[in-house]
């Protein structure tokens, strides 16, 4: 990994750390509404992982692969800060779907179904679907849930993983909120899951999953979508 001369090899490093780039571009795509190209967040990741090449130093102290993909990520959220992806309207219908599943819960004593949920919305089902495909499913725990944040006055991708001390993830490390998060999982529709242990466990993205179940990527964001909004109905009282 390192010239003659004792320095980074830049070529070496940046093959070696395209497919990082590209598997956090694909986890990151899956949060996002459809107009948002993977392309672009790659190519956006590469100018991180170039920004990090730079930046790294041994004496820091930190592995390079975890300064990297700070360095990706921060790249990736910054584009996104600038364009604006995502409208308040989206937000909205995100916290709407939610709202709907737990009083769907709380009235019939289980997970509602899809068509359950459409209804108490309002909606046609293939109405329901498409919004889940324009929303996405987001994370799990929003930063806001810890801090008592609002939702108006907060930007969206503020909550997001700007930072790796303000990544949510790190928020389940707490063992309670892990061991709720596991029983919550277990109640959700099988297929549902399938996708949620393929998608956080085994690192598998939507076209990937697409094609172990059978099933278009459409239909598989649809369902993350609907999984998470499932959890986090669940989550909201821990």
Same mark, same amino acid.
């Given at each position: &990994?390192?010239?003659?001369?004792?320095?980074?090899? +830049?070529?070496?490093?940046?093959?070696?750390?395209?497919?990082?780039? +590209?598997?956090?571009?694909?986890?990151? !795509?899956?949060?996002?509404?459809?107009?948002?190209?993977?392309?672009?967040?790659?190519?956006?990741? &590469?100018?991180?992982?170039?920004?990090?090449?730079?930046?790294?130093?041994?004496? %820091?102290?930190?592995?390079?692969?975890?300064? =990297?993909? %700070?360095?990706? +990520?921060?790249?990736?959220?910054? #584009?996104?800060?600038?364009?604006?992806?995502?409208?308040?309207?989206?937000?909205?219908? %995100?916290?709407?779907?939610?709202?709907?599943?737990?009083?769907?819960? *709380?009235?019939?004593?289980?997970?509602?179904?899809?068509?359950?949920?459409? =209804? #108490?919305?309002?909606?046609?089902?293939?109405?329901?679907?498409?919004?889940?495909?324009?929303?996405?499913?987001? *994370? @799990?725990?929003?930063?806001?849930?810890?801090?008592?944040?609002?939702?108006?006055?907060?930007?969206?991708?503020?909550? $997001?993983?700007?930072?790796?001390?303000?990544?949510? !993830? $790190?928020? @389940?490390?707490?063992?309670?909120?892990?061991?709720?998060?596991?029983?919550?999982?277990?109640?959700?529709?099988?297929?549902? %899951?399938?996708? &949620?242990?393929?998608?956080?466990?085994?690192?598998?993205?939507?076209?990937? !999953?697409? =094609?172990?179940?059978? !099933?278009?990527?459409?239909?598989?964001?649809?369902?993350?979508? *609907?999984?998470? =909004?499932?959890?986090?109905?669940?989550?909201?009282? $821990?």
């Amino acid at each position: &990994m390192y010239t003659a001369k004792g320095h980074l090899d +830049r070529e070496h490093m940046i093959r070696q750390y395209v497919p990082l780039v +590209r598997r956090l571009a694909h986890h990151m !795509i899956a949060k996002l509404p459809p107009n948002i190209e993977l392309d672009d967040l790659i190519q956006v990741g &590469m100018i991180g992982l170039s920004e990090a090449l730079t930046r790294y130093e041994v004496a %820091q102290g930190v592995q390079f692969e975890t300064f =990297a993909t %700070q360095r990706i +990520r921060g790249a990736m959220i910054d #584009e996104l800060r600038e364009g604006d992806w995502m409208s308040r309207g989206s937000r909205k219908s %995100q916290k709407e779907i939610e709202r709907a599943v737990q009083r769907l819960e *709380q009235k019939l004593g289980r997970s509602p179904l899809e068509s359950e949920i459409a =209804a #108490e919305l309002d909606m046609e089902l293939a109405d329901y679907q498409e919004l889940l495909g324009k929303v996405r499913g987001t *994370q @799990l725990v929003y930063l806001e849930d810890m801090t008592g944040g609002s939702d108006e006055e907060s930007s969206f991708l503020d909550r $997001h993983i700007a930072d790796e001390s303000a990544d949510p !993830i $790190h928020l @389940l490390r707490d063992h309670r909120l892990r061991a709720s998060l596991v029983e919550a999982i277990k109640t959700l529709p099988e297929r549902e %899951q399938y996708i &949620m242990s393929m998608y956080y466990e085994n690192d598998l993205n939507l076209k990937e !999953i697409a =094609a172990v179940l059978e !099933i278009t990527e459409s239909r598989v964001c649809q369902l993350h979508s *609907q999984s998470i =909004a499932r959890l986090r109905a669940k989550m909201r009282s $821990h």
